[in-house]
């Protein structure tokens, strides 16, 4: 696990969310590119089930992922709620999960979230996939209300023939979508 923090930053930086930074912004576009450079420090915030068992902020993967995101504090959509792909973990027998954060940069909390996740490889003819249309449900009572500037952490199951994808994947070669978001503002 201590290798973690170093493999998240390069995954984040390899998986995260693409944009074209060539562009130049037009008119009008000026006031939200500065908005995005504003944008508040991430904070991370305790899983709503990890907490009601007594882990904290405190605890290594926490720590790890505060980590992270105190070095890329501007990561996350502006004035959206996204999610980045983390680092691929192994777990104990032989299960093996993908790490994401799940990221609020709303003006206001968010709860009971729900969408579809695609992650692939494309080759020569077809996509090979990781994830198709993956449910994601981060609901209030496993992920609690996801505050302003806030990261939480969730995982995905991946199958044996999704790790030999994971390990194809390049920045040239993935496909990633999401389909039917929704969520729920705090009120």
């Given at each position: 696990m201590k290798k973690l923090l170093g493999i998240l930053f390069a995954a984040i930086l390899l998986v995260g969310c693409n944009a074209d930074n060539d562009q130049k912004p037009q008119t009008g576009e000026k006031e939200n590119v500065k908005k995005e450079i504003e944008q508040q420090a991430l904070s991370m915030q305790v899983l709503k089930v990890d907490e009601e068992n007594g882990v904290t902020l405190e605890e290594e993967m926490y720590q790890q992922l505060s980590g992270l995101v105190e070095v890329n504090p501007d990561i996350g959509v502006a004035e959206d709620f996204s999610i980045h792909?983390?680092?691929?973990?192994?777990?104990?027998?032989?299960?093996?999960?993908?790490?994401?954060?799940?990221?609020?940069?709303?003006?206001?909390?968010?709860?009971?979230?729900?969408?579809?996740?695609?992650?692939?490889?494309?080759?020569?003819?077809?996509?090979?996939?990781?994830?198709?249309?993956?449910?994601?449900?981060?609901?209030?009572?496993?992920?609690?209300?996801?505050?302003?500037?806030?990261?939480?952490?969730?995982?995905?199951?991946?199958?044996?023939?999704?790790?030999?994808?994971?390990?194809?994947?390049?920045?040239?070669?993935?496909?990633?979508?999401?389909?039917?978001?929704?969520?729920?503002?705090?009120?």
């Open positions: 792909a983390i680092d691929f973990v192994e777990k104990s027998a032989g299960e093996s999960v993908m790490l994401f954060l799940g990221i609020n940069r709303l003006e206001k909390g968010i709860k009971n979230i729900t969408l579809e996740y695609t992650l692939g490889v494309e080759t020569e003819d077809t996509i090979k996939y990781v994830f198709k249309s993956e449910k994601v449900d981060l609901s209030e009572s496993f992920a609690g209300v996801i505050q302003p500037n806030h990261a939480i952490p969730f995982t995905l199951p991946v199958t044996p023939e999704g790790k030999e994808l994971l390990q194809l994947m390049t920045e040239e070669n993935k496909t990633v979508k999401i389909e039917n978001a929704k969520f729920e503002l705090e009120k």
